[in-house]
């Protein structure tokens, strides 16, 4: 009734690789002599994972906007793009308003795989301009006073440009 006792070892290590499992402190009494045929374990790279970037609730400021809230990822580092070709690490921005693919992807670590690019649609939104016109009177047969307005919403260095018309005609009238 002898027992194999003990147990196999391995040559250190957690990183992708072969080991050799070896003989470690293995034996089976005195009746036996073990012939022991090596073998060998191989780590092979994990998927990375990732917490995908938040695309950000954006309005016009006349600002740089970070479009995006960044991801986080597991095994690998987060790239990003807004062409689907040139990647980086700095999360993309924009200043004006309108509708942005945010493309991102993890290249995985020695231990990881890469994980595939996915994408995101981001909008900045056109902020409110308020233009309101000043009213203006004249006495009929006199040249028109200049027409003129205000403004609020405007950011920045941002300009309104052009001018006001009015109807035509030149009777007594609103």
Known sequence: NDEITGELTRAEGQNVGTYAIEQGT???G???DINYTQALLTIVKANADTTAPTANELTYNAETQELVTAGTPTGGTL???TDGENYSIDIPTATNAGEYTVYY???GDDNHNDVNEQQITVTILAKA???TADAKSKTYGEVDPALTYTSEGLC???EITGE???AEGQNVGT
Do not use: C, P
């Open 26 to 28: 293995l034996t089976a």
């Open 129 to 131: 301009l308020t233009i």
């Open 164 to 166: 006001l018309t009015r």
């Open 105 to 107: 992807k993890v290249e």
């Open 156 to 158: 920045g260095n941002d």
């Open 30 to 32: 005195d009746n036996y």
């Open 79 to 81: 790239m990003y793009s």
